[in-house]
């Protein structure tokens, strides 16, 4: 059996959820890999904190320079998340000749591929599972096993938190507000909510996916992006209506030489199988030219089901260093694929607005809309009025590119019979 | 760029979809591994055949010696199918020291074991993703990103006609023999659909995952297996009144010590994520120690998917080849671990019998089945009546062994209010 020494950088949640995974199933992975894997020293900032966890005291270290300095550490795992210093104790790591791994979606999306240069470089394997849907194999599938596909689109349910709200208020009838506070309490959501709710953690998970994916590099602010909070019960009632759920979704499609992106909330067929996945699980919908449609399903967070992802990239680079052929970059980053980036393409979309109740009013709009050659699929006056003489329309649009819709749409403002746009999501075909 | 030079065996609808799928998607292969793969001979039984494909005639080969005493070649993928004379053949390969990639369930089920020992003394690669699930990589996902967890379930979809069948009988309330005719017309049914139908092709994939989820070894003549022939629309009707959808599922479980594993046609409740695969769709649903539970959706089928998992172990073991670092199992068929097998174990079940429609029936049934230490979930009279003074009654019975069930079931026929016993299946919790 061979020794593999690990330094591990953090023992917040994540931290905790590896160390345990690897203590709990060390006698089946020993089995399965004849490999014993020891975490020998711990980065740990704060060691006098009580962390729940009975790790051997002389493990904790507070200065990282007694993981890097140490020659018997052959893997780094990076667990601290954030940007910084997450990247600089990476980079650091890889220039002292250690390979890494890490569960961070924020530092790859921004930096993987100065941190992929590095590891090149220095003949280093970089590895990050984790970063992306969690306890989901889904870089190692679609960096292995399906390689030989050209992908041409990804649906993703990246965030478990917004996934968690929008199932409650759908099976619930509640109201994001009181769903957002009840997940808050429940510890699914954090005190902050910005970055789940608003897609920015969605975003930096796609920015991952398109590289690996179709090869080019969108940097997650360069991504479409929005967030859950203006979706209503009402939006979820008129979507269930017309055959939909409503989902926050990250998508990428290549086609004709261009690559097309976004989060946001987006109307879900009921029979399509991203439709089924509910509360805090995670998915990712995939389209490949031999392999066709491929759906993962588990849990995108959590300690354990992040701890799997992250031993199981320990154990992959450690069988490697074990082989004698250490330098693999599986999964690898690619930013040369000749593909044009035109943001968030044409799609069709959801139009929730308010006007007032009069023959010809459908009419109008629908001419409106038609000047601008935004064609319409469906078009239903609500028969609930909210108010004296004002009623909801629903609209759902063909392929239009978003700004041309908008444009039409605050057109239809000026118009005085129509009172408001109240919503406009994307509509999964 | 590295040259790999392969020879195949076998130019079906499968070694067509294969080749298709590494000519079309060259570039992609060889920009995301930078490995030039050459399929230089075929062995072609009847290369007089038109086979619809355009293949330089001199690459067929009508001798596999041809391809063996090529010392060029170092991988042979095996695309003939059925045990015999594959498994010779892929032994032949290993002992002419080629690298193996099969697609083949049946050859991997029975022989497996004897074809890895040949694979280790001579130091070489068998892989055998495309045997389970077609294009999904769920063989590649458990042993090597997943590894570290300890299985303790796994539920699988695994054979496409089945599925298929039973969802054109559910949404259509179509009868088995009108939708399998059907099935065969569109070739989606072969002429001779008992492998399918009864199970048996299911069996031989679950043998392949316990041994890899589990570490044992339970021949597919040993799984207990039940087909969908005798599954009548009524089945699918009652089940769906009691929330249930009816797939034919493959499943194992581990625990104490013990595994248990049946193929039967099951009720799977209408919000699990298998109650949702459809048509000719396949999924594996497992539960890890660490990860929790986890889907994989996609085809289990059909030329080009399979393609996709054949092409995707080619390069798996082409990667290794090149970096010299050839010698790995992986997957790694197992057959070490302390579990006992005993059989299917105990389960909860749906059983739909005819009685006499007078007071007292149903407390005769229930006393019967509680001498057995029988405890029913819940036990429901149908409205209509079928015939003159008989009615239906279906009952949903708690963790009990099969055998057990079924003596006292035949306690019940004896009894004079009981008319029949017309269907037993296993219902997913």
Not at 185 to 204: H, L
Not at 290 to 307: E, Q, W
Not at 390 to 412: M, P
Request: hydrophobic content about 40%.
């Amino acid at each position: 059996m061979k020794t593999v020494k690990i330094g591990m950088l953090g023992i917040g949640n994540i931290g905790r959820g590896t160390y345990m995974t690897l203590e709990t199933n060390r006698h089946k992975i020993e089995e399965a890999t004849d490999l014993d894997l020891q975490i020998v020293k711990i980065l740990n900032r704060h060691p006098e904190k009580d962390r729940g966890i009975d790790i051997p005291k002389e493990k904790y270290v507070t200065d990282i320079r007694d993981i890097l300095d140490d020659p018997e550490i052959q893997i780094v795992i990076e667990l601290i998340g954030g940007v910084e210093p997450a990247t600089t104790y990476m980079a650091e790591a890889l220039k002292a000749g250690k390979h890494v791994v890490t569960a961070n979606k924020a530092a790859i999306a921004k930096n993987g591929r100065m941190l992929q240069e590095l590891a090149t470089e220095k003949q280093l394997m970089l590895r990050f599972e984790a970063s992306v849907a969690g306890g989901i194999p889904i870089l190692n599938a679609i960096t292995s096993a399906l390689i030989c596909n050209e992908f041409s689109s990804v649906q993703g349910i990246l965030n478990g938190t917004t996934n968690y709200i929008l199932t409650r208020m759908t099976e619930d009838g509640a109201s994001y507000e009181d769903v957002l506070k009840d997940a808050q309490a429940k510890g699914f959501a954090e005190a902050d909510p910005t970055s789940d709710v608003e897609g920015i953690d969605a975003a930096n998970k796609l920015s991952i996916l398109i590289s690996l994916l179709f090869g080019i590099g969108v940097a997650p602010e360069d991504i479409p992006t929005r967030g859950i909070s203006d979706i209503s019960s009402k939006d979820i009632n008129f979507a269930r209506e017309f055959g939909y759920t409503i989902k926050l979704l990250a998508s990428a499609e290549s086609h004709d030489g261009t690559l097309t992106c976004n989060v946001e909330p987006s109307l879900v067929p009921l029979d399509h199988p991203l439709a089924n996945v509910n509360n805090e699980f995670n998915a990712v919908y995939i389209t490949g030219n031999a392999v066709d449609n491929l759906m993962f399903y588990g849990r995108g967070a959590g300690p354990y089901p992040t701890g799997s992802a992250v031993i199981g990239d320990v154990i992959g680079e450690a069988r490697k260093i074990e082989k004698g052929a250490a330098y693999d970059l599986t999964p690898h980053l690619r930013y040369d694929a000749d593909l044009d980036f035109r943001g968030e393409g044409q799609n069709p979309y959801y139009v929730r607005l308010r006007a007032e109740d009069r023959p010809g009013v459908l009419g109008q709009i629908a001419s409106t809309l038609g000047t601008y050659e935004i064609s319409i699929r469906t078009m239903t006056q609500q028969t609930d009025k909210e108010e004296d003489g004002v009623v909801s329309i629903i609209i759902i649009v063909h392929d239009v590119e978003r700004n041309v819709l908008e444009t039409a749409l605050n057109v239809l403002l000026k118009n005085h019979s129509v009172k408001s746009i109240d919503n406009v999501l994307r509509v999964l075909e």
